[in-house]
């Protein structure tokens, strides 16, 4: 009987020897995940601190600053003999190659995903462990807008890219192809594609499909349907191509410059002129500001 009693103890105890050590593995990575990381940068060296406590440092070979300001979760941006890299702090280890320029991939939430970069003419880009996911085999991907890019969804996993002058779609995460080479130019505002084919704009899907059929000489495609110009005329439109607004006649050398806030914007691109209108829902026209 007091064998058994002895046996019995001795495999809990082993039990919970065997479920510690897998606790404290759990907890020293929530630890870590967890901790506030921030930096100081002094004559070239870099100390990573958490808690008032040094947890690694870093001296650069030449003088260094942190560009754009960019630090994340230990990992901090560089530049360093006009060339960018990405550094984790924490590892203690370089996570990309050098480039000559460096510019932000950001989600629906403004957080940086992946980060354009650019040697020589070409573009590629690469994510935040440092690997390249798109080869430096474009001269333009995206639209760059200050230090960010736009002109992509890191959502749908996609971006503009330029080959042989046609544009077509990539795939950010691996650069395979999710749109031919085949358009003109191609945008993406409001989580909605617009190619360039023929001098013509159209509203196309992720699958390539033209979602409205007819071309327009313009097309701004918003959070809810489309303003369109077609020769003089600016009109709304729905998402199946059905006209909902009384048309806006445009003069000579008059094109759309922007739409924000249902207040469009018309540039003489003769005269560098403006002139602005507020679109009303409820009468469905166009009328000119002062």
Do not use: H
Not at 16 to 32: A, D, E, F, R
Not at 113 to 139: A, D, H
Not at 162 to 187: A, M, P
Not at 190 to 211: F, H, M, Q, T, V
Request: hydrophobic fraction near 35%; charged fraction near 25%; aromatic fraction near 12%.
């Amino acid at each position: 009987m007091k064998s058994k009693k002895f046996i019995i103890i001795a495999i809990i105890i082993i039990i919970i020897g065997s479920i510690y050590p897998i606790y404290y593995i759990i907890k020293k990575n929530q630890k870590t995940e967890n901790k506030y990381y921030y930096y100081e940068l002094k004559n070239n060296s870099i100390t990573l601190l958490s808690n008032g406590k040094i947890v690694n440092f870093y001296n650069c070979d030449n003088e260094c600053s942190v560009y754009e300001n960019y630090f994340e979760n230990g990992k901090i941006l560089l530049k360093e003999n006009d060339k960018i890299y990405l550094y984790d702090l924490v590892k203690g280890a370089k996570l990309s190659s050098d480039y000559e320029n460096v510019y932000f991939i950001k989600d629906e939430e403004n957080v940086v995903k992946y980060l354009l970069v650019k040697n020589g003419q070409y573009y590629g880009i690469i994510n935040m462990s440092g690997s390249v996911t798109v080869n430096l085999n474009y001269k333009e991907l995206g639209k760059i807008d200050g230090t960010n890019v736009i002109n992509l969804s890191v959502k749908d996993d996609y971006i503009t890219a330029l080959s042989d002058n046609l544009y077509g779609l990539i795939s950010l995460t691996n650069g395979k192809g999710v749109i031919d080479f085949q358009y003109e130019n191609i945008t993406i505002e409001n989580n909605k594609i617009i190619a360039k084919e023929s001098g013509k704009w159209y509203l196309i899907g992720k699958d390539n499909r033209k979602i409205i059929k007819t071309g327009y000489d313009e097309l701004i495609p918003l959070t809810e349907n489309n303003i369109v110009r077609e020769n003089n005329s600016i009109y709304l439109i729905d998402e199946q191509g059905n006209i909902i607004s009384e048309k806006l006649v445009l003069n000579k050398n008059e094109i759309i410059e922007k739409y924000e806030d249902e207040i469009l914007q018309i540039v003489n691109e003769e005269t560098a002129k403006r002139a602005k209108y507020i679109y009303d829902k409820e009468s469905n026209k166009f009328t000119k500001t002062k």
